[in-house]
């Protein structure tokens, strides 16, 4: 008989993502207070629209019966369809979700997409799993979100530990369930798909890139250039990795990274593309890399460097590091990585830091240029990606830092300022129904 297990254990919750939601409200009542928001609006945008929470059954590989918990926040709409990312991990919970649906309302809005922001994902540890445990996961939890998602209403992308094949998985089950005329027309349920499944080229390394040019266009406004520059990264996942292939090929130093399996540290560089390749052999890690010291995971922070590079969970950077940190500039590849106090602390050292909603919008841009793409039946070359994503992420740094300079407020503010006042337009234009 089929044994029913609860997963995973409420002890696991949590651990890297309290207070996320305290930060994401803090940091949007700062710039409500700050641009004098309409408090009808800010009501609405304090909230999220719809929270959906399933609970499914999945057969294991030893023919026992595992319950999940998946979620999906769509937080607002009123620019555009929910979007966001689905992610596989233990902190995943409603908090999160609520928190990083919020960020993305943000994100897209600053981005100038028409789109809104949701976020979801199962609480669970992906590392438990085989390859065919996933996909039937991922199956089962498209098929109990069910009409809750879609390609003109909530279009879920990858974010940590979910990629292309998780989205393939997703398109597939979401386009196999609809009425047969429907079918494929479908495509643009996800983004983030394989390129021969509607997958945009490029999307892969959008979101790295993305930081990579953020860095690249505060160092040029100081006259600088990136040759010699030492940066750190934590998480060497798609963004940490394809961040410091850039930065890289600029002349920047990798000099320490940090992945959920240890840290590594060496001051002449280390190389990017020998690292990706071991950690590829090693199931994704980096403990061990040959051409590096390892090094404690507290250190990590405090190592020599110009710029430091969050590329992993939410929270990372708080008051226990931040007076610690060495780098003039944080560029957030994660969603959420330095906390309120931390950013404080930050701020009054002099540390700039580049917002996660400016920083890592690459990747969402990218997921624009893919649904345009499925929508209008056409098929994009790397160079015209490029070259768009190039353009609009030069615009968003440019709206940002003049913001900033004129209002005298930091990047993050400024970034905030700029997307809810996009969004209060929409609202004051449009009305409340009824
Ligand atoms: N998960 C990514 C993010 O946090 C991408 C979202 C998307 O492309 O929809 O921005």
New binding site residues.
């Given amino acids: 008989m089929a044994i029913i297990t609860v997963t995973p254990s409420k002890s696991v919750k949590n651990v890297l993502v309290k207070g996320m939601m305290d930060n994401v409200m803090e940091q949007f009542n700062n710039a409500a207070d700050h641009i004098n928001l309409h408090p009808n609006i800010r009501k609405i945008l304090s909230i999220t629209n719809n929270e959906i929470i399933v609970h499914f059954p999945v057969k294991m590989d030893n023919g026992e019966v595992e319950i999940f918990t998946g979620y999906r926040v769509q937080h607002n709409n009123a620019l555009g369809p929910y ?3 689905l992610r596989y991990h233990p902190t995943v919970d409603i908090d999160a979700a609520r928190a ?1 649906a919020m ?2 309302t943000w ?1 897209t809005s600053l981005a100038g997409l028409p789109y809104g922001g949701g976020k979801g994902g199962i609480q669970l540890d992906p590392s438990k799993y085989s390859e065919g445990e996933l996909e039937r996961i991922t199956r089962r939890f498209t098929f109990a979100l069910a009409d809750n998602i879609g390609p003109e209403h909530d ?5 940590v530990n979910t990629n292309s094949q998780t989205m393939a998985w997703i398109a597939d089950t979401y386009m196999s369930t609809r009425p047969p005329a429907e079918r494929t027309a479908n495509q643009h349920v996800v ?2 798909k394989p390129e021969g499944s509607g997958g945009l080229e490029g999307r892969d390394r959008a ?1 790295g890139y993305g930081v990579f040019l953020n860095i690249k266009f505060w160092i040029e406004n100081k006259n600088e250039t990136l040759q010699g520059k030492k940066f750190i990264v934590q998480g060497f996942g798609n963004v940490g990795y394809w961040a410091a292939h850039f930065l890289e090929e600029q002349g920047a130093k990798l000099v320490a990274v940090q992945d959920a399996f240890g840290s590594l540290e060496n001051q002449n560089g280390i190389k990017v593309e020998d690292l990706f390749n071991y950690s590829k052999a090693k199931k994704g890690s980096i403990v061990d890399f040959p051409e590096a010291s390892p090094l404690d995971t507290e250190s990590f922070f405090t190592t020599e460097c110009d710029i430091c590079i969050p590329a992993a969970l939410g929270n990372q950077i708080t008051k226990e590091n931040a007076s610690t940190i060495k780098a003039k500039l944080i560029a957030e590849g994660a ?1 959420g990585p330095t906390n309120v106090e931390g950013e404080k602390i930050l701020l009054e050292r002099g540390i700039t830091i580049i917002p996660d909603i400016l920083c ?2 690459g ?2 841009v ?2 624009y240029f893919e649904w345009l793409q499925n929508r209008n039946g056409e098929m994009w070359q790397l160079d015209e990606v490029i070259t768009k994503l190039d353009k609009k992420m030069r615009e968003s740094f440019n709206k940002v830092y003049e913001y900033s300079e004129t209002e005298g407020i930091g990047l993050r503010t400024a970034a905030y300022c700029i997307a809810i006042k996009r969004i209060e337009k929409a609202y004051v234009q449009r009305g409340i129904f009824p």
Avoid at 155 to 159: C, K, M, R, S
Wanted: cysteine-free; hydrophobic content about 25%.
């Fill in positions: 979007k966001g990312g990083l960020w993305m994100k279009i879920p992308a990858p974010d983004t983030g979101t969603n890592n919008s990747g969402v990218g997921s």
